[in-house]
């Protein structure tokens, strides 16, 4: 006899690309057994536009911007402090309505687990409705907060954060993880999974020829999660790029061509893994998605340190260092325009050794146990 479909709420911060362009692999896994899945979020619509497309009787999307007030930053690379504990102040302070809504949702749609990546709030309304609860990630945002909460008002926010965390089920832990509060007394509920990640789609070959790069010529992606780069983080082709490369700026822009062998892409046009695995070096910074992605195919990254984001640490420790190519370049340079000594540096790491392997396919085992837990079963 067939097991029932499964009715799954999956909540996603909207506050970085990393947490959503991840959980689309996942959500596609479970999508694949024939269960329904509802995702919860204010990312932008495209990035699940395939998923929306594909499985168009199995998977909606509820874009919520009130679910959870994220990290503000003052620019691709630096966290607005101040701003940051404003949001979670006012996001606490007025959270009780959002928690009815969200109650009255979960009720209403009848579902029979909630994954989470990696609002808290969502987290204890389905201990409140008596729904398992699985958080998929690689760090929880009050441990974010507590790394910048410098007063004892800030760190009493932080607490109200980690207390919410406490009501889930269940983490299934991602590589490249840091600390997770609320269950570092807990281990028995922490489940460690492979990398979950994109792949590319298209060949090297495939991308480079629709965009015009010889196949031979080295090439450097510039790309900052949806953050615009102005004219004083290097968006100057003399600065930015090698003798002999050719470069690609993923923005929000449409296209445009800087020079011959510089352009800006429209990254929503693009599906990110096809243009990593079509460059010979990454620019941008340390988020999941970005250094996942490169870890996933091989590529080198230079990334510039975020002021004040705890989660780099575990990204770079214990992501990129094992398993991956990774140069750091110093802010000062970053805005300067001084990029080219980091580039070449990153380009010729290939050459001189090859990185521990890793799997890539987390999200068949993260689904299982989504399903097992569902279903009542012993993790």
Known sequence: MDEKQLNIGFYITGHGFGHATRATVTIHRLLTLGHRVTIISSTPTFIYQDLLSTFPHTCA????????????QKDAVTVDVDVTMDRLRTF??????????EAEWMRGEGLDVVCLDAPFL???VAKEVGIPSVMITNFTFDAIFDAIALTPSDKALVARC????????????????????????????????PLIVRKSKLTRD????ILDIPLTAPCVLITFGGFELSHSDGDNPQHVLPDGWYGLIASPRADTALSRRLRRICAEKWYMPDLINAADVVVGKCGYGTCSEVVAHGVPLVYVPRSGFAEEEGLVENLMK??????????????????????????????????????????????????????????
Not at 92 to 101: N, R
Request: net charge positive; hydrophobic share 40%; aromatic share 8%.
């Open 162 to 193: 980690a207390e919410m965390y406490t009501h889930t089920s269940y983490l299934i832990r991602i590589p490249g993880h840091i600390s997770i509060p609320a269950f570092t007394a807990h281990p028995s509920r922490i489940i460690d999974v």
């Open 61 to 72: 999307l509820r874009n919520i911007a009130t679910l959870d007030p994220g990290v503000a």
């Open 92 to 101: 606490l302070d007025g959270m009780e309505g959002v928690a009815q809504q």
């Open 322 to 379: 094992p398993y991956g190519y990774a140069v750091q370049m110093p802010q000062r340079h970053f805005y300067e325009g001084r990029w080219e000594p980091y580039i070449l540096q990153a380009a010729a790491m290939k050459k001189k050794y090859t990185p521990r392997a890793i799997d890539c396919d987390g999200e068949v085992e993260a689904s299982r146990i989504v399903v097992d837990l569902a279903r009542g079963r012993r993790l």
């Open 206 to 209: 495939n991308v480079r020829a």
């Open 122 to 124: 969502p987290a204890r």
